[in-house]
């Protein structure tokens, strides 16, 4: 199970930040290097003005993700964003046993309610037979969730399986493309 | 270190298209269903914006979903499968306070027609500021149930705006002109018909302003640029949406009050020289009958909500489950 070492409550379109500076902060701390620019001490009064500047980022139909990398090179830290379509959980799962908590993008309302909304993004820190274990920025104070793994499936598809990665720089990520089962409906 | 990651290739629309709209408006965007057009693909844009009104009395929170459709169309080049045109970000941004624009003229619209029937009491006189706007409707009632019937040449010398809103008056019937030389402005039987049920000359004037504004508020703030009366409108249309938006009256404080006129309002600028101090504009609402006060919070009038009530099964809104 991965650690993240703080969690950050939020609300509304404001997740994705909160989601986004977990990851930082879990890198911060698990990758000691010369390049980071700020204080290890996660609760100083820093680490505050990098989220409030992060949520400059959100607009009203959300925190396109193109600004999560501006937001990354603005502090100047040693990590690198991607947003990703990923094929099926089996990605998360590798995420995961690679120590590269994924921020995954999914339908929170089809989840619970059945019913289309919003995209929520949650950060995956574990997952059993059954279950992906979830830290869940607008689930103050407990943070921790638990997605029934074949539920979160479909909710996540309703969103193309997207997924934001944070990675430190010195990662390479390379791509297999799978192409669509559907493609002859588009034809 | 190195690895592999299986993704999807973006060989459909629907893919193409949420993969731009998370790259450039965010996850509250989403594709509607592609169109086939021709050499290219048509997908429509659609956004999620949460709402959330809160009771502070009670401390309760509601948060809505509004589903705002066509906020932008994305084309996608069908033999390349890549983008061709997409709007951007402040497109999608304008776009979408023109939909919440439209939400909230459907309240205001609602609210001031409410606002202006008899049965509701509201006391216009207690809206000070609006009067001095509004001069020409009250001296011009005033003085027709007083039996004093002043010329058209008279009115005519104090101005063309004077003018202009007598002829408001004239146009719901409540007031005409003779046809005799001079021609003078005389109460018809309708205004004695509502005078008689009032019973009293303040009382009348209030009902016949009420339907002034209820059936000419866009003609007087467009066409004859009487804007006083707008703070009133915007600040106790804010509170009724969010009442209605809620599903029962809330309590909140001034301060809250003054926040959801700005969020409601927002790109929608204030006319010039009607800004002026929340306390004032919260004091004469309650003084004419349209908010309440509920010891330290404001709430509002179960007669004009009861009205309104109706409008809530016209949002594009679900409710979102709160605590999982």
Redesign the interface.
């Known amino acids: 199970m991965i650690d993240l070492p703080k969690k950050i409550s939020a ?3 404001d997740c ?1 930040v909160a989601s986004v500076l977990m990851v930082c902060m879990y890198w911060r701390k698990s990758r000691q290097s010369p390049r980071w620019n700020i204080a290890d001490n996660l609760d100083d009064q820093e680490w505050d003005k990098v989220y409030q500047k992060g949520l400059g980022y ?9 600004n999560i990398k501006w937001f990354l090179n603005t502090l100047n830290f040693p990590l690198d964003s991607r ?6 959980t ?2 998360l799962t ?2 995961l046993s ?1 120590n590269i908590p994924p921020i995954v ?1 999914y339908d929170r ?1 089809y989840l ?2 059945s ?7 949650v950060v995956l820190v574990d997952k059993t037979e059954e279950m992906f274990v979830s830290i ?1 920025p607008s ?1 103050h104070p407990k943070y921790v ?1 638990k997605l029934p793994k074949t539920d979160f499936e479909e909710a996540w598809k309703f ?4 997924t934001v ?1 944070i990675y430190p720089k ?11 089962t ?2 002859q ?2 034809m | ?15 193409v298209a ?2 731009r709209i ?9 594709p509607q269903e592609p169109r086939d057009e021709d050499d290219h ?1 048509t997908v429509p844009v659609g ?4 709402s ?1 009104v809160i009771d502070e009395k009670t401390e309760t929170e509601r ?1 809505f ?1 509004f ?1 705002l459709t066509n906020i932008g169309k994305i084309i996608i080049k069908k033999s390349t499968m890549t983008i061709e045109r997409a709007p951007s ?1 402040a497109s ?2 304008r776009s ?2 023109q939909k919440r624009a439209e939400i909230r003229q459907a309240v205001e619209k609602d609210l001031i027609k409410v606002l202006g029937e008899p049965e509701v009491k509201v006391k216009f006189e207690a809206l000070k500021f609006a009067q001095t706007g509004l001069q020409p409707i009250y001296r011009t009632i005033n003085r027709l149930l007083l039996q004093d019937y002043p010329t058209y040449l008279e009115l005519e010398e104090i101005g063309r705006h004077y003018l202009e809103q007598v002829a408001l008056v004239v146009n719901l019937g409540y007031a005409k002109f003779t046809e005799d030389q001079p021609s003078k402005l005389v109460s018809t039987n309708k205004l004695m018909e509502l005078y008689s049920q009032m019973r009293n000359i303040e009382e009348t004037t209030d009902a016949v302003l009420g339907l002034v504004i209820a059936n000419y508020y866009y003609e007087l703030l467009k066409d004859m640029r009487i804007a006083q009366f707008v703070p009133y409108v915007r600040a106790s249309t804010s509170y009724y949406g969010d009442a209605v938006q809620f599903g029962k009256l809330i309590s909140i404080s001034k301060r809250r009050l003054r926040d959801n006129v700005r969020e409601y309002y927002r790109g929608a600028p204030m006319p010039t020289r009607v800004r002026f101090a929340y306390p004032t504009i919260i004091r004469e609402l309650v003084d004419a009958n349209i908010l309440e006060y509920d010891g330290d919070y404001i709430t509002g009038k179960e007669t004009i909500f009861e009205r309104l009530i109706d409008l809530r099964n016209t949002f594009p809104m ?1 409710e ?2 709160y605590g ?1």
């Open positions: 609300t509304g379109n994705l959100v607009k009203m139909s959300g925190m396109p993700t193109n947003l990703e379509l990923v094929e099926d089996r990605q590798n995420l690679l993008i309302d619970i309610r019913v289309h909304g919003i995209g929520h993004a869940d689930l969730y969103k193309q399986n997207a990665i010195s990662y390479k990520i390379r791509h297999r493309e799978i192409p669509s559907t493609l409906k588009w | 270190m190195r690895f592999t990651l299986n993704v999807q290739k973006l060989d459909n629309p629907y893919r949420y993969n998370l790259k450039h408006y965010g996850a509250g965007s989403y693909w956004v999620h914006i949460q959330r948060v979903t589903n970000l999608i941004g979408i306070l679900t979102q489950p999982l």
